[in-house]
């Protein structure tokens, strides 16, 4: 694919409340794509993890939000424990979903858990999905 | 743990009780909320399972043991975090005004650390009245007890803590490449059908290394990998199902304690079935 870079969107809000919220330093990646190469929801990606760095230091908001990947996120930290760099995706991941969340735009809808997987859920699927996906 | 793991409960303290550590619950406790929050700027989420240590603290003790993992990762790292971070700690003891302060000062452990660490592996297979021997089990330790590296209770990259377990019960552990790798976790509320091919993943690979079940620590792990076996029977050929049980219930029977307080019939996968074979149960 073919992006346009611009010194305006390095430095764009976007970019700035990633890193605030996150805590990463996002120059450290060097796209080894060891992130991808351990993620177990990578196939069901459209975007590898590995991808979402290199877009969301680039401030591509815009490609980012098009994509379904951080909400395939399982957190399980496959790509942190690996990461030869130091660098924490689950907590990008997590920025990335938190600016549409707090913008009051939920993943999930509880009412389309229907009764009968309400009752059968595990509570920490529920607690965990809910605070992943809901603002 | 109380409505649906009690499979994973009532064991653990029936298990506990014989092996001389009586588990004492935490008077007014509340959920952790189940995920430990990966962003920086939240601490309101840090309140839940701060909460909590401070409970095993008002309660003069010094050291809270979790069944669940996820427990385990959440209150593990809420604790690093109050141990830590001097400046979220304050703003967390401030704005918790009606508590006493908390430092990180209460050890967080999962009941496995405690097997392994307090009663240690030669104590337990001494107690073993009936050994697993006939059983061929693949530990399956999921992401929670081991991600991050700063709360793994074990090697991240190597875990032998299940296994050492089984060996302990008197069984040789199955090894499989897909011991670590997520179930998939909270998307089942999201993509339960990616949920069901990640599931046969982990079974197909356990199984085709010489498993006749999976032993687990989380009862989400056991939802994910369990729920959808009948589906998965119907799509792949041969696939009769595969008993989950969860590592306290192996613990309770190999320790000779009463099968009914197992409540295998709460598993998936049918392991009263295979015990049955195995000649572990009546």
Known sequence: ?135 | MKTKARNLEEPAIASMEVLGVKLEEISRWNCCGAVYSLAGDDLIRQVAPVRNLIRVKEQGKNEVVTLCSFCLNTLKRANLLMKEDAEKRNTLNSFMDEEVDYSGEVKVAHLLEVLRDEIGWEALAQRVKLPLRELKVAPYYGCTLLRPREVAIDSVDNPTILHEFLKALGTTPVYFPYATRCCGSYQIVSNPDDISAHAWDILSSALSHGAEALVLTCPLCDYNLGQGQKELMKKHNGFKGMPLFYFTQLLALALGLDPALCRFELNYGEPELLLRERNLLL
């Not at chain 1, 805590?23 to 993620?39: D, K």
């Not at chain 1, 290199?54 to 980012?64: K, N, T």
């Not at chain 1, 907590?91 to 997987?117: C, F, G, Q, W, Y």
């Open chain 1, 1 to 135: 694919m073919s992006v346009t870079i611009s010194p305006k969107r390095l430095g764009s809000e976007f970019v700035r409340k990633i890193k605030a919220i996150s805590g990463q330093n996002l120059q450290v990646c060097y796209q080894c794509g060891m992130c991808s190469g351990n993620c177990p929801m990578a196939s069901n990606m459209d975007l590898s993890p590995r991808q979402i760095i290199e877009l969301a230091r680039l401030g591509l908001e815009e490609e980012i939000a098009n994509s379904k990947t951080v909400w395939i996120c399982a957190s399980c930290l496959a790509c942190t424990v690996n990461c030869p760099r130091g660098f924490d995706l689950s907590k990008l991941m997590e920025a990335i979903r938190l600016l549409t969340l707090r913008k009051n735009v939920d993943h999930i809808s509880p009412e389309e858990i229907s009764p009968e997987e309400r009752r059968e859920l595990p509570q920490i699927a529920m607690v965990s999905g809910l605070r992943k996906f809901t603002g």
